[in-house]
């Protein structure tokens, strides 16, 4: 079946950096995509999404880009604060045209000050 | 503005007791509601969802079981709670392609 996987479970930085969190997906028909932040203790919260007719999209301080060619997805934070250490996952909706998102493992992010 | 509504926050249970977990949401109507369970250090296992009321789907086997009795309340029970239950509990709803979930349930069954 389709899966949503990340390329690595820990990412430390330190404060100031910029971070790179990278996730793979399968399903070549996927049309939608979604990063979400989830701190500790807490539910997921949505970052940033982009749709398969883009390359790139710009939030404030972060930046998502999709190269289909590879099916893969990377989640750009600049300027990493204390505040942004999370696990972060990607989503992408389950084939068969649902919008059921497919959770990858997720990276968890720490930013050291 | 919508909103959802997750409890009990945290709970301890012992093996074979039941469960309640309910969840709610408001400022939507007919909202695609979710359950899903994280184990610790892990992702996130979809584990039933609805389209609307008495409309449940299982995404797994498990000993557990999931009710919609409202347009916007989604309960997640079992009649016998096993060690292997334990984990935090999102309820989540869906707009737009986008999940909005709850702050979570955790349960650690002993």
């Known amino acids: 079946g389709e899966s949503v996987g990340l390329h690595l479970p820990t990412l430390s930085v330190q404060e100031g950096d910029n971070s790179i969190i990278n996730c793979a997906y399968s399903?070549?028909?996927?049309?939608?995509f979604i990063w979400y932040k989830q701190e500790s203790g807490k539910g997921p919260q949505f970052i940033i999404d982009?749709?398969?007719?883009?390359d790139k999209r710009q939030g404030q301080r972060v930046t998502v880009l999709l190269n289909k060619t590879v099916k893969h997805l990377s989640l750009q934070i600049a300027a990493t604060q204390p505040g942004d250490s999370a696990v972060y996952f990607c989503?992408?909706?389950?084939?068969?045209?649902?919008?059921?998102?497919?959770f990858g493992r997720g990276t968890s992010l720490i930013v050291h000050p | 503005s919508q909103t959802i509504h997750q409890w009990p926050a945290t709970l301890v249970q012992p093996v074979g007791s039941p469960l309640s977990l309910e969840c709610t949401v408001e400022?939507?109507?007919?909202?695609?509601l979710y359950w899903y369970r994280q184990a610790a250090g892990r992702g996130l296992q979809l584990l039933f969802y609805s389209v609307g009321i008495g409309q449940i789907s299982s995404e797994v086997p498990q000993n557990l079981s999931a009710s919609r009795p409202q347009d916007r309340q989604f309960i997640l029970s079992s009649k016998k709670l096993l060690l292997s239950d334990s984990g935090f509990y999102l309820c989540?709803?869906?707009?737009?392609?986008?999940?909005?979930f709850g702050e979570g349930s955790r349960l650690t069954v002993l």
């Open positions: 989540a709803w869906s707009g737009t392609g986008r999940l909005f």
């Open positions: 399903n070549s028909a996927s049309d939608y």
């Open positions: 400022g939507t109507s007919n909202p695609n």
């Open positions: 989503a992408e909706p389950r084939s068969g045209g649902s919008y059921i998102p497919t």
């Open positions: 982009i749709r398969s007719n883009m």
